[in-house]
Structure formats: C-alpha cells, structure tokens
C-alpha cells in the first residue's frame, strides 16, 4: 500500500530557519548544489515565510577569540531583512549559546524548516539541538548542500528523515501559494 508524503509545514508556529548563508561559505566548493543556488532557492523560502507571517531566522557563524572575522562574514545578499531573527553562533549548531530556543519560543514556535550550509555541518547539528528542544523539524533537500554530494545525498535520505520530514522548495512555495 503507498503511503502519500505529509505536506510541508507552514502553518503558524512555523520558523525558517537558514544556516551560514554568508559570502565566504556561499563561495565554496559544494555540491549537489552551488552555494549561489542554495541561496537563491533559500531567499525565495525566505520571501514566502515573510509574506505568509512566519519567522525567519538568519543564522551565521562567527570564529570564537579573534579580533576580526574573515572577509565574507555577514549575510549572503537577500537573506536577512528587517525583522528577522539574527543569531551569531560559535559553534557548529545554532542553538548553543545562542538563545535561538528562548526567542522561537517566546513566538510560538513549534516547528522547524531547516536550510542553509552546509548540509552535513550546520544544518545536520542544529537539527539534532532542535529535536531535543523538542520541535518539529523539516528540512528543504534542495535549499542546502555539502563538500560533496554524496555527503548531502546520504544526510538527505538517511539521517534526516529519521528526524523530521524532508521536502524540496517548490514545494513550500506550492503551499503558501495554497493558503
């Protein structure tokens, strides 16, 4: 018997959250997808969630002890905007240190859709921190990559789906065009 796949989330409750889409990370050697496509499919999640009321959360990474960050260090263009939630990190995942939890919370946050950079780092361990804050975690495959493809193809259909479910960007898109 085929099961249909459970639609994305994007009722209310929902954040996006996009991890170190900035300049330095964006330029990378990644794959199955180029850190420019990510962040163009990542700022048209972005966009919607804005548009359809729900949280955006710009997530990016800062060297712990040093003096001044690398060149490349803020956002990526078109990634955060007035109002979003900003969060500088230092660590791999978004959580630790950060009071990201505090501030999804204190908005009614329940559930989370992951994208960013880079597939297996970022985005695997903050997806791990939000499953044992509790929330609902989704993840858009195609709207975040790795150092190497099989990298993201493994994380993408065999430890992702045991946290939360996996969908692509279009099919976000199709449902905030649906409400």
């Known amino acids: 018997m085929e099961t249909s796949k459970p639609e994305p989330g994007v009722g ?18 990644l794959a199955p997808h180029t850190g420019e496509e990510v962040a163009a499919r990542c700022g048209r999640l972005a966009e919607a969630f804005r548009a359809g009321g729900r949280p955006v959360v710009a997530v990016r990474v800062e060297r712990p002890d040093v003096a001044e960050q690398p060149p490349g260090s803020g956002f990526a263009e078109g990634i955060a905007r007035p109002g979003d939630i900003e969060i500088v990190k230092r660590t791999v995942g978004a959580f630790h240190g950060t009071g990201l939890h505090e501030r ?20 695997e361990s903050t997806a791990r ?18 150092f190497a493809a099989d990298e993201h193809e493994f994380a993408v259909r065999r430890i992702f789906p045991r946290f939360g479910e996996v969908h692509t960007a279009a099919s976000y898109l199709k449902a ?4």
Do not use: C, K, Q
Request: charged share 20%; proline share 5%.
């Open 12 to 29: 209310p409750g929902t954040a996006l959250v996009l991890i170190d889409l900035m300049p330095r990370i964006v330029a990378l050697p």
């Open 104 to 123: 999804l919370r204190g908005l009614g946050v329940d559930r989370l859709v992951l994208a960013g950079l880079v597939t297996t780092m970022g985005v």
């Open 129 to 146: 921190a939000a499953s044992d804050h509790g929330y609902e975690v989704e993840f858009v495959e195609d709207a975040m990559s790795a």
């Open 176 to 179: 905030f065009a649906a409400e």
